[in-house]
């Protein structure tokens, strides 16, 4: 799942990304308001976090900007503004929650998860079954019938990822955003050694498969 962080406090940015990326989160840090208006409107997240007082766009104009352009993407609004008027301005513009300075990561974590529960963006449940396959989200574990899959950090990452959109074709560039953090290069292969390596643990011993190439389009999970 991927974020906007946009932050003009470079230390706090910092430690704001380092920490939802060790949540497993893709992460875009952003230290300008003007900045973060063309990441918001040009690229597509999940959850946004934004500062109040920014240069050159505040947060509030930032938030008016992008509802304006009908984008839902939840949006959790930081400042050290901590009044109840302040906070009631920052909501009324369409922030879906306010957070006020200083604050402890695991707030911080706890508020994001709930704004992507609440935003529909997050698998509900904990364990999500595809077939004969079950995978444990908080335990990040994976079974197939009675075999255990064990997955590296990226390849966890990668299937999470096809299980958010299940049933639906993703393309090599949304994959390349979203769990690597990068541009799609059409020179690289990484992706398809990436898809090639999780088909090996999920699929090879099984005759269902769940994995499934489209040509000329990109990849997609589903029971079939």
């Known amino acids: 799942m991927k974020i906007l962080i946009v932050e003009d406090e470079i230390k706090l940015g910092s430690y704001l990304k380092k920490g939802l990326e060790e949540a497993g989160f893709v992460v875009d840090l952003t230290h300008d308001g003007l900045d973060g208006q063309h990441l918001a409107t040009s690229e597509r997240y999940d959850l946004m976090i934004l500062d109040i007082m920014l240069p050159n766009v505040d947060g509030l104009t930032l938030v008016k900007i992008i ?34 300075k200083p604050f402890d990561f695991a707030e911080v974590l706890a508020r994001v998860r709930t704004l ?26 994976v079974t197939r019938g009675d075999k255990r899959i064990d997955l590296t950090g990226k390849e966890f990452l990668l299937l999470e990822f096809l299980l958010l959109h299940q049933g639906e074709v993703v393309t090599r560039s949304l994959i ?13 292969n990484v992706i398809d050694v990436a898809i090639k390596r999780l088909r090996g643990k999920i699929d090879s011993d099984f005759d269902d498969k769940l994995i499934h190439t489209v040509r000329g389009m990109g990849y997609i999970l589903e029971l079939r």
């Not at 009908?70 to 008027?85: F, G, H, V």
């Not at 992507?116 to 574990?141: F, H, N, P, T, Y």
Request: aromatic content about 4%; proline content about 1%.
């Open 67 to 100: 509802r304006d352009a009908d984008n839902s993407t939840p949006i959790l609004l930081l400042s050290a503004l901590s009044k109840t008027e302040d906070k009631v301005k920052g909501l009324d513009m369409g922030a879906d929650d306010y957070l006020a």
């Open 116 to 141: 992507l529960r609440r935003g529909g963006k997050e698998i509900q449940a904990s364990k999500i079954d595809v077939g004969d396959m079950v995978v444990d989200l908080a335990k990040r574990r």
């Open 176 to 188: 390349a955003s979203n769990v690597w953090d990068m541009n799609f290069d059409s020179d690289t």
